[in-house]
Structures are given as structure tokens and as C-alpha cells.
């Protein structure tokens, strides 16, 4: 597994977290609260080599002095956000897998970055790609032999920043008479991804999997 490395890769984690912690401050009682306990977590339980999260409930609600019913609220709340990313839904003897949405989080914070200074806003808008992204050392892209993999690889191989921000986070849902259905997120990443990256996502779709004629983009929930 590669590792988040690069010169700037531990500042930028930093840099997300500051963010965060801004914009929670600037916010009503529940926002502070939200914030807080997403930073916990992110610090204390986040694989930034594997992108993943995987925490049990129990060891969250330790975590956040908090009792198990409240963990369930509170991660709901941050996948409605798209503050979390569900990549594996949890089953008996296995805890849920989630990612970062590091696109809705600077979305969502974006305003507050003037408040921390010039730098931070600096060194988050350092990207050559549209609004709502960071600029990080990419992950790898999942190994495979379905469409989607080999879609994900080539477009990982092909632009590893729009891999990393967007593209890992769609889920693939059907593919039929040559359509594939992806769900987004939210509707935010929904509305970028149909706008800049759809044509590119079928353009090498084209390449890896001729089956995939044409994509939709749906929003997940």
C-alpha cells in the first residue's frame, strides 16, 4: 500500500483539520459539537495510508463519552453531510469502512478559511481543478477486473488528483444496456461530477470497458 508522503502531505492534513475546526467554532453549539468529534476521531482513528476509517461504535462512543446511540446519530449526521463517505456497510463481525468527503468538507468550510489567515487559504486553493478540492498526494486506485475498476485505474493513472478528490468516492450501482448508474455523495458531488468529470469518465470508459456506453449520476439516499 503506498503511503501519503510527498513533500506538503502532512501540512495539508493539518490544514483540513484547521479548517474544519474554524468553521465549528464559527458555528452554532451542534456545528462546534460535529466538528469536534469528527477532528477525535480523524486524529485518534483515521488510516491516511489506506484512506479509511474503521472504527467500531463502541470504540467511538469511548471515544466521545458518548453512549452507542449517540455514535449512530452522529455518523448518520456526518454521512448526510458528506463529511464521511461510506465505503463498506458494517455486518456481524465487521465494522463499517468509511472515507473522508475532503470535496463537501472544504465546500462546507471554504468560507472560513480567511478567518485562520492568508496562508491556509493559500495552500488550500492550490489546485488547478475547480472548487471544492485539495490538493493531496494520491491513493491507489483498487485493484480489480470489474468496469468500474478498470475505469478507476485508468482515470487514477490519467489524473490522480481527480481520482483522489471525486471519482474514488462514486459507488457503482448497475450496469445495464451498456449504462452505468454511479451514486454520488451528496448533491454537490453529484452536480461537479456530471459538470467536469462525467465526459472524461466515459471518454476513458471507452478505453478500459467498451460494454459502458453511457454514465448516470446519481446522488446515494
Known amino acids: 500500500m503506498a503511503r501519503l508522503v510527498g513533500q506538503g502531505a502532512s501540512s495539508r492534513k493539518y490544514d483540513l483539520l484547521t479548517a474544519l475546526g474554524a468553521a465549528g467554532l464559527a458555528g452554532e453549539t451542534t456545528d462546534r459539537q460535529t466538528a469536534l468529534r469528527l477532528m477525535v476521531l480523524i486524529t485518534a482513528r483515521y488510516d491516511w495510508r489506506a484512506d479509511r476509517l474503521s472504527t467500531g461504535q463502541r470504540e467511538i462512543a469511548a471515544l466521545w463519552s458518548v ?39 472544504l465546500e462546507d468550510t471554504r468560507a472560513h478559511w480567511p478567518a485562520v489567515g492568508s496562508d491556509l487559504v493559500n495552500r488550500l486553493s492550490e489546485t488547478s481543478v475547480p472548487t471544492g478540492t485539495l490538493n493531496v498526494i494520491p491513493f491507489p486506485a483498487p485493484e480489480g ?38 451514486l454520488a455523495p451528496s448533491r454537490f458531488h453529484a452536480s461537479y461530477v456530471e459538470t467536469h468529470l462525467s465526459l472524461r469518465l466515459l471518454s476513458l470508459s471507452r478505453l478500459v470497458s467498451p460494454e459502458i456506453t453511457s454514465l448516470r449520476i446519481e446522488v446515494a439516499g
Do not use: F, N
Open 67 to 105: 453512549d452507542e446511540r449517540t455514535v449512530k446519530r452522529q455518523m448518520a449526521k456526518l454521512r448526510e453531510k458528506g463529511w464521511l463517505v461510506l465505503r463498506r456497510q458494517g455486518a456481524r463481525g465487521r465494522v463499517s469502512e468509511y472515507s473522508l468527503g475532503i470535496a463537501k468538507l
Open 145 to 182: 477486473s470489474t468496469p468500474w475498476d478498470r475505469l478507476l485505474q485508468a482515470l487514477a493513472a490519467d489524473s490522480p488528483l481527480l481520482y483522489t478528490t471525486w471519482a474514488r468516492q462514486l459507488q457503482p450501482m448497475v450496469l445495464e444496456a451498456g449504462e452505468m448508474r454511479l
